[in-house]
């Protein structure tokens, strides 16, 4: 079972570096299609909404401090609060909801 | 060779705010990681080649199911397409005669942070700017990544259940933004996260593993969006700054 943790670090790493590395070593001219690009400009806001909700709420011990988490992420992004802000506060909203409730 | 030095100093200062953030950011995904059930090492060791956070969290729930390696490699490919994008963009902002290796060592540390400074440097980029910025910020999201496996088993279990959602946090932090900007990146983000709930409710296809759920969902909505919404490319390069 152990070795096959690495055979996973591996093929993470591989893939990684590679959708990194073909790009910058062969794509000297842009992009022109119009539909591909516009495809791989939505895909990150498509994939991190699709990975944090629902699971932000199965990775805290108790559904509604995971809601008010959030809720707060939302509401400080849209307020312009940075990225290590907005990861810090949610963390504390957590924290403060679950002496409250759990 | 004066002026490779003055970039790498330049990026050294630039990187060590993107290092903090790493460092308490990676920390949440070594929790994530200590869950997957792997060890400090591994955790370390994956960090440190990635380099990716989306990738990272994606890449540790996949060892806890034990998923297929195929269905690793799929879903990197998927939660990272967007650094193909920003390796394009970077591509188009180094010098045309800038050589392989250069390139090569680049590519290794493209992150949203890193993509961000990189690109926001005034003309073209010299490679020493990115080697400065990688050398504070790859320790730093390595070392968090540690820790937070190892502080995992002491912390007391309200700390950890409330770190857990120091990574959703911070996606929220990218994707948030965009979408007070531009409508349609905020119909999706709705649209996304009320499919994934579905899926993950509904009888039959909730029974497809979260990583497949993942692929499936992000490249039949992207697909719809980019077939529906096609980019402009000023503002593409106005929403990736």
């Known amino acids: ?102 | 060779m004066n002026q490779n030095s003055k970039w790498y100093k330049k990026g050294l200062r630039d990187g060590i705010p993107i290092a903090l953030g790493y460092f308490a950011v990676s920390f949440t995904l070594g929790i994530v990681a200590k869950n997957a059930g792997l060890s400090a090492f591994q955790a370390i060791l994956a960090a440190a080649l990635t380099n990716a956070s989306a990738g990272g969290y994606a890449g540790f729930t996949l060892i806890s199911e034990n998923a297929s390696f195929l269905e690793m490699a799929i879903t990197q490919f998927i939660v990272n397409a967007r650094y193909l994008l920003m390796a394009a963009a970077l591509s188009q902002k180094l010098a045309p005669k800038t050589s392989t290796l250069h390139r090569s060592l680049i590519a290794f540390d493209v992150t949203d942070e890193i993509f961000g400074i990189s690109i926001g440097v005034k003309g073209t980029l010299n490679p020493f700017y990115n080697y400065g910025a990688m050398t504070v910020s790859i320790p730093c999201w390595a070392a968090g990544t540690g820790l937070g496996v190892l502080m995992g088993n002491i912390l007391p279990q309200s700390l950890v259940s409330a770190l857990s959602v120091g990574l959703y946090g911070m996606f929220l932090a990218i994707i948030i933004p965009p979408a007070r900007k531009n409508k349609v990146i905020a119909g999706l983000v709705i649209i996304s996260m009320a499919l994934s709930f579905a899926f993950s409710k509904l009888p039959l296809i909730s029974g497809i593993s979260s990583g497949m759920r993942i692929i499936i969902l992000t490249v039949l909505i992207s697909l719809a969006a980019a077939v529906l919404f096609p980019v402009k490319d000023e503002e593409q390069s106005t929403d990736e700054l």
Not at chain 1, 3 to 22: C, D
Not at chain 1, 43 to 69: H, K, N, Q, R
Request: proline share 3%; charged share 10%.
């Open chain 1, 1 to 102: 079972m152990n070795y096959k943790v690495y055979i996973y670090i591996f093929v993470m790493a591989a893939v990684i570096y590679l959708i990194r590395l073909l790009p910058l070593t062969l794509i000297r001219k842009k992009i022109t299609n119009k539909t591909f690009k516009s495809f791989l400009f939505y895909v990150p806001y498509v994939t991190l909404a699709v990975m944090t909700f629902p699971a932000i709420l199965e990775a805290t011990d108790s559904v509604w401090s995971g809601l008010a988490a959030l809720i707060a992420g939302i509401l400080l992004s849209y307020f312009g609060v940075s990225l290590f802000g907005v990861a810090v506060c949610s963390c504390a909203v957590v924290f403060v909801i679950e002496l409250i409730i759990v």
